[in-house]
């Protein structure tokens, strides 16, 4: 069965490609030509958002600094970011940045710095308001200082998209937000950035590419840009993937893992997400040393099981680089979901919920989460099968 048969050619899709984005090994030395247009537009003081080490080991802070030098833009460094960004983190250094002045944000790293860095920018905007304020939707955001995002990772599409998350501890919410103002207005995807990433770090943050399309596809949303460009992503994920965990420094493999991690945060960013990463966040939210690429691993399987009834055809095609012989009927959900499994243990990822410290006792409150974290009932709702919490609590369960 073709895929095309299960698009709702009734349903109006807007077709979104916010960001620019430079590709390519070098891509960093576009450096110059941002920071020239950042001066253009009157833009003479801008804060760097970071983690700890990567914007340094990998090279690219020295072209960023010698560019701004260069262009006579100041720069303030906030190098505090963490994994699974957490809103006090953001409000220290909105206070840093606007300290200095900063008019416009420069994210260097993978998907936290840049979601961390997008919410600096809408802040800057919003003085009256807190991360957490943001995060729990207490104002919808219609303004940001200019993004620059300098891209560490091949995984979540944050340079790509106008999406953001960051957790709020003292509750266990990780919320998304997604704003128009918060689309990068320059990105950089160099490969050769990337060739220092661990080979666990380059498996999860591919697997995010994945998940985002599988949901994107499969949402109640989608449209043909997002399940076309969700094949090409599954089929450059499933050959990629095991070259650069091979051979780390292959910088072919990394620019098509590059490559496919931004088509998905596009694909993502026109279809929306679903089941796999509304379920995935209470995880983090509770476990924040939890690579949120894992997680989404572990969900996977069962999130297929759960939806292939419904999206069948679209799943079977897309799939088919890395689960071979879907036809897309019904029945074939427990093969389906197998198959994701088996692929997922070849590229090395084998662990499941209990190997990560959750036990079927932790499901109700997972499950609350789900439900009532900002921001993740919308991405519920997207689902194209039921989304109650029986749905819920069955995926979480058949996750262990």
Known sequence: MSWEKAINIGNVSTIICGSHVFLGVGAIEKMDFIAEQLKARGIDSIIAMTGKGAYKSTGAWDYVTKALDKHGIKY??????????????VDEAVKIAREAGAKAVIAIGGGSPIDAGKSVAILLEYPEYTCQDLYEMKFSAERAVPVIAINLTHGTGSEANRFAVVTIPEKEYKPAIAYDCIYPLFSIDDPALMAGLPANQTRYVSIDAVNHVVEAATTVLNNPFSVTLGKEVVRLVAKYLPAAIIKPDDLTARYFLTYAAMMAGTSFDNGLLHFTHALEHPLSGIKPELPHGLGLAILLPAVIKAIYPACGAILADMLSPAVSGLTGAASEADKAASGIRTWLHSVGVTETLSDIGFTKADVPRLVQLAFETPGLEGLL????????????????????
């Open 76 to 89: 303030t460094l906030y190098n505090k970011v963490q994994p699974n960004p957490e809103t006090h983190q």
């Open 381 to 400: 709702n997207c689902a194209p099968v039921s989304h109650d919490r029986d749905a819920v609590e069955k995926i979480y369960s058949g996750s262990f």
